[in-house]
């Protein structure tokens, strides 16, 4: 949620605000705005709807050049998505300008407070009650960073915040509280964003914001230590932009520099119309890159990332996996494969509803929380729960530096690269394979699998993204089928055992792009409820089962083929290449390679993707940014 870019520098600061903003907007928004910091003047402009609204008016009403601003797409919470309520958020003198990603959960006494002592505010907003606090603790301290401490130690709630102050030219601060911050650090410049695909064209030098913690960028170097504890700025020169942090208390904190591995190309569309169409095509790609490394010369995996010893694996009694929507899908498949190999039970649970259910936890419970942003905020307040219970967190993630995977005992990383669309795919495929990963570690830790079952399983899981790539290569009629049903108001998915939690996938994607009703359920349940939705012409996908490895279930699952087709559904199979029993009973017969059971998910998937995708453009839906929907959920 909230898209936020702040720079001090050498260019055109509008320029690489406006084109940050740009390359935030997969993370969702409904207005957007921008300030500038010029001869000692705050300017601002901004707008509801989409960027190119904010760029209009910014063409009919130009902001002065300035080399110092920040910028914000906002997704409301506080107040509607208008011009008034729009970021950035000024006092009332003008002073200071802040944009604001999270909740402020106590702005209500706050705003009470200010108004009491005179001041005026504007909006419906949370954010505005910061602009006004910064304003009066500038005054009393005459600085900029130590007036963001002072004002964050006030706040409650989750916030990430970026301010510029009129009597501070060259200087912008950054604070964050259970939302993402990161630090670009160039050459005589620096940047704040939400994401750094905001600043990837400029630098792949980055600095970690940690938990509670305040970050100064100071042009020519002014302002203390920098964060790497030197004096000088980034670039070691006079022109250069010194990175100071320090905690909301003030004292010096840690930091830790990363490069990002990925250029400014891997964000763009590559000729695609949509991102998401181009993320489903780099899948065989993706699926490769986070197996890679993890699979020595005798075909074992070694994974050195889990900094667990094995020992305290193999005192595992339970796992435990939290995660939200997609990711939830992911965790509802691992389950299956985590049982499998490692004999250890395995629950699943909303990452939004773990702590409430008060779940039994201990030092012997394993939880792996699956988030590919890893600002997830369901999934961060799960986690924390789980470490305040004494359990060991694994965490699984795409994004290099984020909360989740710096606050949990050990992280896979997913190497999917940047996953621009709102609905998720690749991160999708990506996270299953890392499950499946862990889980088949677990199991060669524990020693439930022999060293030739787990080489074996290695080798199947090796070739999964060759047969993604076939899967891919087939996709036509999928995509013709997909217009043909862009008037239907539902279509519903069955699935048995692993293909359950494909088919909550399948009708998940539907939802997010197509805006239509669509269910998923387990074909096992149809005659306890379900069935009585099949009526004429209604399209049903049925993801079937290996005939080869699950017989019971295949012929399970034929027979309620054969029960909705007789009431009239209109039956869409994906089944395997080589099962001809279903042949009869399909309407539309859609073919998946032949993997192990526990992998077919890794192939089923991804003609679901592609049939909402294209159902979503024949209906004139926008693919990338589904209404009301935001890339990343950092708020509860």
Known sequence: MCGIVGYVGRQAALEVVTAGLRRLEYRGYDSAGVAVLADGVLATAKKAGKLVNLEKELGERP???????????RWATHGAPNDVNAHPHLDDAGRVAVVHNGIIENFARLRAELEERGH???????TEVVSHLLAEEYSACGGLAEAMRLV??????????VAVAAEEPGVVVGARRNSPLVVGVGQGEGFLASDVSAFIEYTRDAIELGQDQVVELRRDGAGGP?????????????GAVAVTVTGFDGLPAEVREFHIDWDASAAEKGGYDYFMLKEIAEQ???????????????????????????????????????????????????????????????????????????????????VIAISQSGET??????????R?????????????????????DAVLYTHAGPEVAVASTKAFLTQLVACYLVALYLGQVRGTRSGEEIREQVRELSGIGDAVERVLETMEPVRELARSLSSRNTVLFLGRHVGHPVALEG????????YMHAEGFAAGELKHGPIALIEEGVPVVVVVPSPRDRAVLHDKIVSNIQEIRARGARTIVIAEEGDEAVVPYADHLVRIPATPPLLQPLVATVPLQVFACELATARGNEVDQPRNLAKSVTVE
């Open 63 to 73: 902001l002065p050049a300035a080399t110092t601003g920040l910028g914000h797409t």
């Open 120 to 126: 005026r505010l504007t909006s419906e907003t949370d």
């Open 152 to 161: 964050c130690r006030r706040l409650e709630g989750a916030f990430t915040l």
């Open 226 to 238: 920098d964060a790497t504890g030197g004096t000088g700025g980034a670039d070691g020169t006079g």
């Open 284 to 366: 065989p790609k993706a699926v490769a890159d986070t197996l890679l490394g993890r699979i020595d010369g005798s075909g074992h995996l070694s994974l050195d990332e889990l900094r667990i010893p094995p020992e305290e694996l193999r005192e595992v009694d339970k796992v435990v996996i939290v995660a939200c929507g997609t990711a939830h899908h992911a965790g509802l498949i691992a389950k299956y494969a985590v049982e499998h190999w490692t004999r250890v039970p395995c629950e699943v649970d909303l990452a939004s509803e773990f702590r409430y259910r008060d779940p039994i936890l201990g030092p012997r419970a394993l």
């Open 377 to 386: 905020m369901d999934t961060l307040m799960a986690l924390r729960h789980a």
């Open 388 to 408: 305040e219970q004494g359990s060991k967190v694994v965490a699984i993630c795409n994004t290099n530096g984020a909360t989740i995977p710096r606050e949990s």
């Open 507 to 514: 009708a998940l994607k539907l939802k997010e792009l197509a």
